[in-house]
Every structure is written in C-alpha cells, then in structure tokens.
C-alpha cells in the first residue's frame, strides 16, 4: 500500500531563516499532496497543498514543489516567524480515495 | 457553533467502562473521519463515512464502533479500552474525497486506566 516518509522529524531554524521539510511517497499512482500544520493543543489546518498537474505552488511565505519522477515533495517556508512553531504534516492520496496517507510529522522549532 | 466540534474534550475511563464520542459538524460536508493521533505517530485514520455509509474501515478493534446517523454527526462508542488507547481522537470532515480540504474537531483527549 501507499506510504509516507517525512523528514526530519524535527527542525530548528533561527527566525528569520528558511525552513524545508521533505516527503516521500510510493503510489505513483498519488496526485493530490496536502500540509497540515498542528500548533500546540490545537487541530491540524490546511496550509497549502499541491496536485500533479503542477510542479510548484506559493502562498506568500510558504510553498511546496513537487518532483513525480523522485516521487518527492517539499514544503518550503521563507523569513520564518515565531507563529511559523508547530508540527508539520504531509499527506498523499488520489483521486476517488478517501484516506489520506500522512507522514510522520515535523516538529518546527523557531529560534528567536 | 461553526466548523467541526467534538464532545467531551476530555475522557478518562476505566477498562471496564462504557462511553461515547461524538463529533458533529457545521459545514455542509458529505464526509466525516475518525483518525487516532498518538505521540511521534502518523495520524491513524480509523473510519470514513460518506453519506452515512461507511468507506473505510482500517483493521481498527471492535473495541472502537462508529455510528454515523447522519451527515452531521459522528460517534465514537468505547468499551473495554486498553491503556494503548489512551489518545487523541480527531473528528474530520471534507466536502467529498480525499482530495478535499479536510477540517478537523479539537479532539478528544482520552486516557484509560
């Protein structure tokens, strides 16, 4: 079945410094690739997500690129800030399916 | 009350008791998710429903019965847990597929003693 690596399961960066947090997924057959982003005591919230008819996707501060062939995605996170501090989930699925298959998550830590 | 909301926010129970989760959500949504969040795990997606009819169901004990009496509202009914149990439960709902934003409950803290 599919699966989903994440690495690192946690990283620190100094504010103001750019985060990047890799996933990996088997199905080749995934088109729809999703980050949650949980803060402390809280839900987890979509923050940006990307499908395979595209390579990259911005949303001010963040993006996530995608590369099919390597099978990998990325989640990029520019001038990193305070409220950026949570735990970072990707996931993979396809279409007409129901599960998301999520990564292990990573801890971000912001230095200030 | 908007979005997904989930009752109690907090459960401790024995491993001989009886109790119920309930999610419900406000969205209009057609699907409606259990997953279990353990510490340094992935979320574990337990039970899918999508028009009250059950799409997934992931090896999960019987100990763990969902009931889904309609489109807004999602149980959870516990007996006889296990100490591993001890979690967080996360309701979800999404307008349709997987490939739909999925918003999250605030959970329901669980520990069994």
């Known amino acids: 079945g599919e699966n989903v690596e994440q690495h690192p399961s946690t990283l620190s960066v100094q504010e103001g410094d750019s985060a990047v947090i890799k996933c990996t997924y088997s199905?080749?057959?995934?088109?729809?690739f999703p980050w949650y982003k949980q803060e402390l005591g809280k839900r987890p919230q979509l923050i940006i997500d990307i499908r395979s008819n595209v390579g990259e996707k911005k949303d001010q501060r963040i993006a996530v690129t995608l590369n099919k062939t390597a099978k990998h995605f990325s989640l990029h996170i520019t001038e990193t800030q305070p409220e950026d501090s949570a735990v970072y989930f990707c996931a993979a699925t396809k279409d007409s399916n129901y599960q998301l298959i999520w990564g292990a998550g990573t801890k971000l830590i912001i230095k200030p | 009350e908007t979005g997904v909301t989930q009752t109690p926010r907090h459960l401790v129970m024995g491993m001989t008791n009886k109790k119920s989760l309930k999610c419900e959500q406000h969205l209009g949504h057609n699907a409606m998710y259990w997953y279990k969040q353990s510490a340094k795990k992935p979320l574990e997606l337990m039970f899918v429903y999508s028009l009250e009819e059950r799409v997934e169901n992931n090896s999960v004990p019987s100990r763990f019965s969902p009931e889904c009496p309609n489109s807004s509202h999602l149980f959870l009914h516990l007996h006889t847990l296990q100490p591993e149990d001890s979690a967080l439960y996360l309701c979800?709902?999404?307008?349709?597929?997987?490939?739909?934003?999925?918003?999250f409950g605030p959970g329901t803290r669980l520990t069994v003693l």
């Open positions: 979800a709902s999404s307008q349709g597929e997987g490939t739909d934003e999925q918003f």
């Open positions: 199905d080749s057959a995934s088109n729809y």
